[in-house]
């Protein structure tokens, strides 16, 4: 089949989005399948030569340097950023659905032959993928069109009062016109089915899959490592502060000692909150180079979002490509995540995000991170597009 896919992360290097997006292109090429991608275009030094499969056409959104010019002026200066916050706030008013909503009247169409299209695949974040996606249909009224939302807006945390109530709104106008509806999260899914019944039926649950597979025999050193890659922000309720203590406190008397690595953005508070020997920070790494990452990792993080939430970080997929234990920290061991985690079998272990579970669970935590667990194929590229070609 000719493919177009639409999505405005995908070259930008620093996003969950923008992997899952082009490890499902990699999958529906894997297939045979030709794949054009329409997408918005980002400073080079934002970007990832890693994150480019298929065809790519461009569309320039924004004057980048414009943008970063003045952003720089304004961080420097308290009064500007107090009025910048003001502004922000004002301006989400009318940056809808998102700050890349200029692409919906921007985008070059005359950069492709609409009709040889047999599917169309359009994939937030940032929403706005969906409303280019909007105006492409309207051209080809009879193309059959898949909306992918790594995230579902109305519960979107970045979003409060008029804005959540115009999305209210614009969410089910918008689910309304597509073929079929794909969320990553199984719990997800079952709210928005019950949210819009009479769409329920076009709605599923397909996981994202991995990039690459990685299979290696995990290190038995003098050292432990249990590494997290990925950003960690207060705001999204992803606590390790109890992990680190037990660390700690396992480490004054063992000889073995564990360490934490933390590859990727965090916030200066946590970095602060986490000072010790045991917690090593490194700057965010580009796709390819997780490999060498994950060989070194006797386990690999991943914390759940605030509880409440029905989403699942994308690490865990990426994850699950590795031959590394997974160490799942949960809000809730009995929640409808927690389910879904248990599904995946021994390569994951399970603990409450507490300091009393984390300690009594520590002699079989390391214990198990010696073993090889291989990777789960079942989420691999291809698999994950055969999923969603077949809806």
């Not at 680190?244 to 200066?268: P, Q, R």
Request: glycine residues 6%.
């Amino acid at each position: 089949m000719n493919i177009l896919y639409v999505t405005n992360f995908y070259s930008y290097r620093d996003s969950s989005a923008a992997v899952r997006n082009n490890a499902l292109v990699k999958g529906l090429l894997e297939l045979g399948h030709n794949v054009d991608v329409q997408t918005v275009r980002f400073p080079e030094d934002k970007t990832s030569p890693d994150l480019s499969f298929g065809n790519i056409f461009y569309t320039d959104v924004f004057n980048w340097s414009t943008r970063q010019s003045i952003g720089a002026k304004v961080a420097s200066n308290k009064l500007l950023s107090f009025l910048r916050d003001i502004y922000v706030s004002l301006r989400k008013y009318g940056e809808f659905p998102d700050k890349f909503h200029g692409w919906i009247k921007k985008i070059n169409l005359n950069q492709i032959s609409l009709s040889e299209y047999d599917l169309m695949i359009s994939s937030s974040d940032g929403k706005t993928s969906h409303f280019v996606a909007e105006r492409i249909k309207r051209q080809m009224p009879g193309i059959k069109w898949i909306q992918i939302w790594g995230d579902p807006w109305y519960d979107d945390l970045n979003y409060s009062g008029i804005s959540k109530l115009r999305i209210k709104v614009a969410e089910k106008k918008i689910l309304q016109k597509a073929d079929e509806i794909i969320y990553i999260s199984e719990p997800t899914t079952e709210l928005l089915q019950k949210r819009y019944p009479v769409l329920s039926t076009k709605i599923h649950f397909v996981p994202r899959s991995y990039m690459y597979e990685y299979s290696y025999e995990v290190c038995d050193n003098e050292e432990m490592h249990i590494i997290y890659t990925g950003t960690i922000r207060s705001f999204y309720g992803r606590n390790i502060s109890s992990l680190t203590d037990v660390i700690a406190t396992y480490n004054e008397t063992s000889k073995k000692k564990i360490y934490l690595d933390i590859y990727g953005s965090v916030d200066d508070d946590i970095i602060k909150s986490l000072s010790t020997d045991y917690v090593v920070f490194h700057e965010g790494v580009d796709v390819k180079q997780l490999g060498d990452i994950y060989r070194g990792a006797n386990a690999l993080l991943y914390v759940s979002n605030k509880a409440g939430s029905t989403q699942i970080p994308g690490k865990l997929y990426d994850y699950l490509g590795t031959s590394s234990l997974v160490l799942c920290l949960m809000n809730d061991v009995n929640d409808r995540i927690a389910e879904y985690i248990k599904t995946l079998g021994e390569k994951c272990i399970m603990i409450q995000n507490d300091v009393e579970h984390i300690t009594e669970s520590l002699p079989e935590l390391v214990a198990r991170m010696s073993k090889d667990y291989q990777p789960i194929k079942g989420f691999s590229p291809i698999e994950i597009a055969k999923k969603i070609i077949t809806i």
